[in-house]
């Protein structure tokens, strides 16, 4: 990505143009996830899977020998019933050509990526892709390393290589961008409710104050 596509309106993310790749969100990744707490990285990363099915950005979910590693989890699995995860053998998601050709099947040039592990799976594809023409964006609160340091260093090199860090809750930020689209208004708001943290609580606190009628407050 050009220093030029990196600043200005244009560089913040649209759903138009969007197009979101979820790495090997496995159990047995997740076992030795060190870098962040393991329930955050899941609950940002269905956060972030529901806000894509919400603004229509196409999601590629794919896996790494999941007959040894283990199935997708479940709760990022049930946003998308239906679709079946590309299961690969090699390391480097962007070496197996199916997830290449459907991330090029959308027409769409910026490539968000998340997974496990920051240093490995998401470092290599997003270095390449980001060589081959693509805006890549990593969602680094939806990823996680065997440690902090192996995760931080990770990020640094992607950001050498032009990779663009952001965090899940600011993707879906761009991709709403106006309150007045009001057709993601409710699936936005209802995200925030569930995965948002303490967001999410004052939200449903808003709601209830705003529910209260008048008088009926209670000290």
Do not use: Y
Not at 81 to 103: L, S
Not at 181 to 203: D, L, M
């Amino acid at each position: 990505m050009s220093a030029q596509n990196k600043a200005g309106l244009g560089a913040l993310l649209t759903p138009e143009e969007s197009v979101l790749v979820l790495i090997d969100h496995q159990p047995f990744q997740v076992a030795n996830l060190h870098s962040h707490e393991p329930t955050m990285v899941i609950n940002n990363t269905v956060g972030l899977a529901k806000a894509a099915k919400v603004f229509d950005v196409p999601t590629i979910l794919t896996t790494v020998l999941e007959e040894r590693g283990g199935l997708l989890v479940q709760g990022i699995q049930d946003v998308f019933p239906e679709q079946k995860p590309i299961n690969r053998t090699f390391i480097n998601t962007w070496q197996d050509e199916r997830v290449v050709d459907a991330v090029r099947a959308t027409g769409r040039k910026k490539l968000i990526i998340a997974g496990l592990w920051t240093e490995i799976c998401v470092a290599m594809p997003a270095i390449q892709a980001a060589g081959e023409g693509f805006e890549v964006v990593v969602v680094t609160d939806a990823s996680g390393g065997v440690s902090k340091e192996a995760h931080d260093m990770a990020v640094r090199r992607m950001i050498q290589a032009g990779v663009t860090p952001i965090t899940w809750m600011a993707v879906l930020g761009e991709w709403q961008r106006d309150w007045a689209r009001e057709k993601t208004v409710p699936g936005a708001a209802e995200i925030q409710a569930q995965h948002g943290g303490a967001s999410g609580v004052a939200f449903a606190w808003e709601t209830q104050l705003l529910a209260t009628p008048a008088g009926n407050e209670k000290a």
